[in-house]
């Protein structure tokens, strides 16, 4: 029903900066909770960053607070995660998810995913 296609990933220097894209098509952007995920090897896909349906409420996982930045363009059907002050930790495949409920951290709520986006973050 929904598909999100996300872009905007690369390589880049520890302290860098990368936007990422996540575009959605065959739904009702506007009316979907959307969020960040991201996967390292050996890790669990963990939570980024979700933006409610206005875009008037922001959540960011701690690790990433004050350096990423969620935001939305409804007109464009985006959704976008810049990242600023990159750390190797931060190398991920990173996932765009979105959900017609209401916010959540847990990547069991989320009912449609993009196919990811490498960043990869050198030291």
């Known amino acids: 029903q929904v598909q999100l296609v996300e872009s905007g990933g690369g390589l880049v220097q520890a302290g860098g900066s990368l936007r990422l894209s996540c575009a959605a098509s065959g739904g009702t952007f506007s009316s979907y909770t959307m969020a960040w995920f991201r996967q390292a090897p050996g890790k669990e896909r963990e939570f980024v960053s979700a933006?409610?349906?206005?875009?008037?409420?922001?959540y960011y996982a701690d690790s990433v607070k004050g350096r990423f930045t969620i935001s939305r363009d409804n007109a464009k059907n985006t959704v976008y995660l810049q990242m600023n002050s990159l750390k190797p930790e931060d190398t991920a495949v990173y996932y765009c998810a979105a959900d017609r409920n209401q916010y959540s951290r847990s990547r069991w709520a989320y009912d449609y995913w993009g196919q990811g986006t490498q960043v990869t973050v050198s030291s």
């Open positions: 933006i409610s349906w206005s875009g008037g409420s922001t």
